[in-house]
C-alpha cells in the first residue's frame, strides 16, 4: 500500500526558513516523479514544486523560484521541500504527492497528510 | 500559463440526482498523444485530496462509477450520476499538460 508521511511544518516569522520531508513507502519511490501542492482555504489548491525520478529536473510555480527547493533521496525514500525567505502568503497547508504511472509528469494519485505551515509574526 | 476556470461556483443537488461540473482550460490541454492531460479531484475538510478522474476519462481505481470524465482540448466536464451524501465535497479540476500544472478554483457541492 501505498504511503506518504510527512514530517516539518510549524509556525515561522517572516524571512524564516522551514523544511517540509515526506517519507514514502509501498511504491518503488525511485521511479516516480513527485510533487508538493499547497491548499488555502482562499486560493484552494495551488501546484508548488515538481522533481523528476532521479531529481535532475525542477520545476516550482512562479512565486516560489529561488526560495523554494525540493529534493529527494532515493536511497532513504524521502522527498524534501526548503522553503526560505517565507512570507505571509505562503501560509498554506503543504501536501507531498505521487504522480500517476512511473511515466513522467502526470497528475497526482497519492498524497500525504499535509503540514501545515504558519508564517506569522 | 494555463488558466484554469469551473462552473458553478457551487451546486445543492438532491440526493439521488445528476451533479454537472464544468471545468474549460485557456489553451488545449491535448496532446499529439491524443490524450488529454486533465484530471479531477475530490477534497473534503481536513483531508487530502482524492483523484477521481486522469486523462480526462479515466477513472482512478477505487473511484464509483458514478463519477465519469468527459470532454476535450479546453471543455471538460465531471459527473455524478447519482448523488449520494457522501460526495458532499469541494472538486477541482487541473491541468498536467505543462508547467506550472494549475488547478481550477474549485465547485462545492451539497446535497440537500
Known amino acids: 500500500e501505498v504511503e506518504l508521511v510527512q514530517s516539518g511544518g510549524g509556525l515561522v516569522q517572516p524571512g524564516g526558513s522551514l523544511r517540509l520531508s515526506c517519507a514514502a513507502s509501498?511504491?518503488?519511490?525511485?521511479?516516480?516523479?513527485m510533487t508538493w501542492v499547497r491548499q488555502t482555504p482562499e486560493k484552494g489548491l495551488e501546484w508548488v514544486a515538481t522533481?523528476?525520478?532521479?531529481?535532475?529536473?525542477?520545476h516550482y510555480v512562479g512565486s516560489a523560484k529561488g526560495r523554494f527547493t525540493v529534493s529527494r533521496d532515493n536511497a532513504d525514500n524521502s522527498l524534501y521541500l526548503q522553503m526560505n525567505s517565507l512570507r505571509v502568503e505562503d501560509t498554506a497547508v503543504y501536501y507531498c504527492?505521487?504522480?500517476?504511472?512511473?511515466?513522467?509528469?502526470?497528475?497526482?494519485?497519492?498524497w500525504g497528510q499535509g503540514s501545515l505551515v504558519t508564517v506569522s509574526s | 500559463d494555463i488558466v484554469m476556470t469551473q462552473s458553478p461556483d457551487s451546486l445543492a443537488v438532491s440526493l439521488g440526482e445528476r451533479a454537472t461540473i464544468n471545468c474549460k482550460s485557456s489553451q488545449s490541454v491535448l496532446r499529439r498523444d491524443n490524450k488529454n492531460y486533465l484530471a479531477w479531484y475530490q477534497v473534503k475538510p481536513g483531508q487530502p485530496p482524492k483523484l477521481l478522474i486522469y486523462w480526462a476519462s479515466t477513472r482512478h481505481s477505487g473511484v464509483p462509477d458514478r463519477f465519469s470524465g468527459s470532454g476535450s482540448g479546453t471543455y471538460f466536464t465531471l459527473t455524478i450520476s447519482s448523488l449520494r451524501v457522501e460526495d458532499a465535497a469541494v472538486y477541482y479540476c487541473q491541468q498536467y499538460n505543462a508547467t506550472p500544472f494549475t488547478f481550477g478554483p474549485g465547485t462545492k457541492i451539497d446535497v440537500k
Open positions: 504527492a505521487k504522480h500517476v504511472g512511473a511515466v513522467g509528469a502526470t497528475c497526482f494519485d497519492s
Open positions: 509501498g511504491f518503488p519511490f525511485s521511479t516516480y516523479w
Open positions: 522533481l523528476n525520478e532521479d531529481g535532475n529536473e525542477r
